[in-house]
C-alpha cells in the first residue's frame, strides 16, 4: 500500500467533505469529531459523489436517493443503500492528509 498527500490538514472542516484522486480513484474527505476518514466517493448503490452529499456527525446522506453511510465505517445505515462503501486508511503528518491506496504494482499474480 501506498500513501499519497491529498490535502493539508486545515482545508478540510467538519461538514464540508473534500473530493480528491488518490491513484485512479475518487475518493471523499471528511472531518468526525476531530478525525479525518477516507471512503471510496462513489455510491455502492448508483454512484453518486457522495462528496456532494449531506454530513450529520458520522452520517452521511447521498445526494441522489438519499441513502446513508457511516463514514467512519463505511456501512450502509438507510435504504437504499446495501453496500458498503470501501474505506481508505488516513494519516495526518506534518499537516498534510495522506490516504492509503492499492497502487496495483506491488500485486503477487501466484
Ligand atoms: S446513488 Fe447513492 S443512494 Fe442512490
Do not use: W
Amino acid at each position: 500500500m501506498e500513501f499519497a498527500p491529498v490535502a493539508k490538514d486545515d482545508e478540510l472542516q467538519e461538514g464540508h467533505p473534500l473530493r480528491r484522486m488518490v491513484g485512479a480513484e475518487a475518493v471523499a474527505l471528511f472531518r468526525v469529531d476531530g478525525q479525518v476518514h477516507c471512503i471510496s466517493d462513489t455510491c455502492t448503490h448508483a454512484y453518486a459523489s457522495l462528496s456532494e452529499g449531506k454530513v450529520e456527525g458520522r452520517i452521511l446522506t447521498c445526494p441522489l436517493h438519499g441513502g446513508q453511510f457511516d463514514i467512519t465505517t463505511g456501512r450502509p445505515v438507510h435504504l437504499p443503500v446495501v453496500e458498503a462503501v470501501a474505506v481508505h486508511p488516513v494519516r495526518v503528518e506534518n499537516g498534510q492528509i495522506l490516504i492509503g491506496y492499492e497502487s496495483g504494482e506491488d500485486e503477487d499474480y501466484d
